[in-house]
């Protein structure tokens, strides 16, 4: 899914600022118990899941709907085939309440049944359903369903013309039809009905079987064969134009559903799909559907949703088409086992955009999409804020779950570190092996799935990896400082970090350094960086001038510095801080020809305990514990570091 909204602009940001931007210190194992702690979690728990639905296994729904897009109202039967994992008297689905449920039927029979506050229908069986035993059963209902996330059910207009659109994720589906509401549970296969005014055609999921006229109404019937979850089950029904654009590497159609009065440009928009759906093939798998279709609904919403077979769209954007199509495998094909990983549907996606520009538009367009994820003053930019984990730490909050910052720019960026870590060739088999997984495909994962994938092709442990940048919060920054032997061009770098969040002591990371020399010479050089104050040497053919730090952008990161060892002296020379051992007042001691914009304070183990912008000259350290120091000065000339002792 993909967002473009004003209020989710506004909840993400009073979600996000929520956060304090300073905590109390925590010793350093606290990184190892938050990997252990979380990666436990991830194996038990999912919010708003269900317990109670948690005795049977959905083998099949036969959803039969009855909607006019002009009015806020469902109707229809939803026919169950389940599995009892257990023996079974009672058999609960989840339903909103203010849905009306008027009977259950079982093979002719009405069965007793409940509604209640809790959002569920609990039904009770005619007789014990033994353990392993298939069997089936109706719900009739009617009622106006109440829209919710992102709008589960929604009646509009375009151009004048009523629509309806569908969109569950995470938590609608219930809110309009009796269902499994649950990461754990695909449906086998469904057959979807949707009956409606004649004037209006559907949209849905699998593949069109039938559309038959009986008076002034039209059914239209979709089938789906492959597993999916109740979230992405969804119809739209408008005046519709269709036409086809054909794959021809699979030999399937994309089958678009567009308002009228868009046609023309939409056509032309659409067009680029298949190449997409042929490059997204040939670095990953076949389009995982391709023996049913792929399809565009355009519907009323400001971003699009990846619905199986049936991306709805609120517009035709390459990036959007992009997005979109990428979740058909990742998301669709293998969906994420919890909210709380939500970034292996969406992280993916946004990379897999990001690959359309790299493979479509060149290195540097790629470069400069990984600049704007990182460092860009956008709201969306990684390195924004100095808190927050691609792991969603509360699925309770919708947006914190679709949170752009963190789901989508930064799980793209960790793939792309990956990417990085790994190289290209271990990068995309351990991905093509993923979706490979029969364990895993057409089914859900989690992180750790994905991670023991990723180590399996690489040989790597990259337990500390996903520590640092999937469960941790925050980024490193950067401070090098090198100097070269004028006789045998030898060339010293000292690298330190510092991070912006306490979760993350330290990240273990290669770091890419471009090194420029007094002719424009340059080369890069790749570091592995495994402590705080490791020293590398190398040797270089020229005189250097100059080191970038990550010029690319293959990192997130900010506020990387680099200055040789003289400049350091210099500003050490001309910065004097005062008194040293100090009690609770420092002081700064400046040349006029300069001027301080920043002072972070680190403690003993790299956590930043103080930071101000534009200081003043006098700094009061009131409140913080005795010890060692590390401050950080940001000048108008460089960065420089000094100790001091607090007693």
């Known amino acids: 899914m993909k967002f473009y909204s004003l209020w989710f602009f506004l909840l993400f940001f009073s979600f996000s600022f929520s956060q304090t931007f300073e905590e109390e210190n925590k010793p350093n194992y606290r990184k190892d118990i938050l990997y252990l702690e979380q990666k436990a979690a991830q194996k038990k728990r999912n919010f708003r899941r269900n317990e109670n639905t948690n005795n049977y296994d959905l083998k099949y729904h036969r959803l039969e709907w009855s909607v006019d897009p002009a009015i806020e109202f469902v109707s229809g039967n939803v026919t169950s085939y389940y599995e009892a994992k257990d023996n079974m008297n009672t058999i609960t689905f989840d339903l909103a309440s203010n849905m009306t449920v008027s009977q259950v039927l079982q093979r002719g029979t009405p069965l007793n049944f409940t509604q209640n506050a809790n959002d569920e229908i609990r039904i009770t069986l005619a007789s014990t359903l033994p353990t392993g035993t298939l069997d089936s059963l109706t719900i009739t209902y009617n009622g106006v369903p109440t829209s919710t996330g992102f709008d589960s059910f929604q009646v509009g207009n375009h151009n004048g013309m009523p629509i309806l659109g569908t969109l569950s994720e995470p938590y609608g589906a219930k809110y309009w039809w009796p269902c499994k509401q649950d990461l754990t549970d695909k449906i086998d296969s469904i057959d979807v009905f949707v009956t409606h005014p004649s004037q209006y055609k559907t949209a849905s999921n699998g593949l069109l079987k039938s559309e038959i006229t009986n008076g002034g109404n039209t059914t239209t019937h979709w089938k789906h064969k492959y597993p999916i979850p109740a979230y992405l089950i969804a119809i739209a029904v408008t005046n519709y134009v269709v036409y086809n654009d054909h794959v021809a590497n699979g030999n399937f159609d994309v089958v678009n559903y567009v308002f009228p009065e868009n046609l023309t440009s939409t056509q032309a928009a659409t067009a680029i799909t298949p190449a997409i759906i042929d490059l997204f093939g040939s670095l990953f798998e076949m389009y995982p559907f391709a023996d ?26 390459r990036g959007l088409i992009a997005h979109e199509l990428a979740h058909q495998w990742f998301g669709d094909k293998i969906t994420c086992a919890s909210w709380e990983d939500i970034w292996l549907n969406e992280g993916f996606a946004t990379y897999l955009d990001a690959l359309v520009i790299e493979n479509f538009d060149g290195d540097q367009a790629f470069k400069n999409w990984r ?31 679709f949170s752009s910052r963190l789901s989508y720019a930064k799980g793209a960026m960790v793939l792309h570190m990956l990417r990085y870590k790994l190289g290209d060739l271990d990068f995309f088999q351990s991905i093509k092996n993923y979706l490979a997984d029969p364990s895993l495909a057409y ?100 005189i250097v001038s100059n080191i970038e730090v990550d010029p690319n952008f293959h990192l997130i990161s900010k506020d990387n510095t680099s200055l040789s060892q003289t400049e350091n002296l210099i500003l050490d020379n001309i910065i004097t801080l005062y ?18 914009s920043n002072i972070k304070l680190f403690n003993a183990i790299g956590q930043k305990v103080l930071e101000q912008q534009n200081p003043t000259l006098n700094i009061s350290l009131h409140g913080l514990t005795n010890g060692v120091y590390v401050v950080k000065i940001e000048t108008s000339n460089g960065i420089t570091h000094k100790t001091i002792l607090k007693k």
Do not use: C
Not at 292 to 317: D, I, L, P, R
Not at 508 to 535: F, H, K
């Open 371 to 401: 600049q704007n994820r990182v460092l860009t003053s956008s709201w969306r930019a990684i390195t924004l804020q100095p808190n927050g984990s691609v792991f969603v730490n509360d699925t309770t909050s919708v947006g914190r779950i």
């Open 443 to 542: 089914g859900y994962a989690k992180t750790i799935n994905l991670q023991e994938h990723f180590e399996a092709v690489s040989g790597l442990d990259l337990t500390e990896f996903f520590n640092d940048w999937f469960l941790g919060e925050g980024y490193p920054s950067f401070n090098l400082s090198w100097n070269q032997d004028s006789n045998t061009n030898i060339l010293q770098i000292n690298v330190n970090q510092t991070q912006s969040h306490h979760s993350v002591s330290f990240f273990e990371t290669p770091l890419p350094i471009n090194v420029i020399g007094t002719l424009g010479e340059s080369q890069m050089l790749r570091l592995e960086l495994t402590q705080n104050g490791q020293q590398f040497t190398e040797s270089i053919p020229f």
């Open 579 to 596: 008194p040293n051992p100090v009690t609770n007042m420092l002081h700064i001691k400046i040349n006029n020809l300069i001027s301080i």
């Open 292 to 317: 049913e279709k792929y399809g565009h609904a355009e519907f009323n919403w400001s971003g699009g949703m990846e619905h199986t077979t049936m991306s709805f769209m609120g517009n035709f954007g």
